[in-house]
Nanobody, 122 residues
């Protein structure tokens, strides 16, 4: 089981980025995929989740309306489209996988991809 997050970079405030989380060794649509982020010196925070069953998507209030999680089953990839980015969105973003129900608790996720760094300048 491997996850590979990519797409990070430097963007100005108000800009957009799309992160990808490519999976190998398993089929993404059979698992719950979470996006998390960790800013320097801070704890890891929940961003959002796309569920295995029907693709239901949930977001943290801090990103609701600005971020969109989607899944391309043919590519076995989950995306995090980030619009209207703010300096406080600066963090290392990681994707992770778990079986079963929704959770915003990072400890419930079994496999993690390496993070991709997002920097939003003011």
């Amino acid at each position: 089981v491997q996850l590979q997050a990519s797409g990070g970079g430097l963007v100005q405030s108000g800009g957009s980025l799309r992160l990808s989380c490519a999976a190998s060794g398993f089929t993404l649509d059979q698992f719950t995929i979470g996006w998390f982020r960790q800013a320097p010196g801070k704890a890891r925070d929940y961003v959002g989740v796309i569920m295995w069953n029907g693709g239901y998507v949930y977001y943290d209030d801090s990103v609701k309306g600005r971020f969109t999680i989607s899944r391309d089953n043919s590519e076995n990839t989950v995306y995090l489209q980030m619009n209207s980015l703010k300096p406080e969105d600066t963090a290392v973003y990681s994707c992770a996988v778990k079986g079963g129900p929704f959770s915003r608790n990072a400890a419930d996720y079994k496999y993690w991809g390496q993070g991709t760094e997002v920097t939003v300048s003011s």
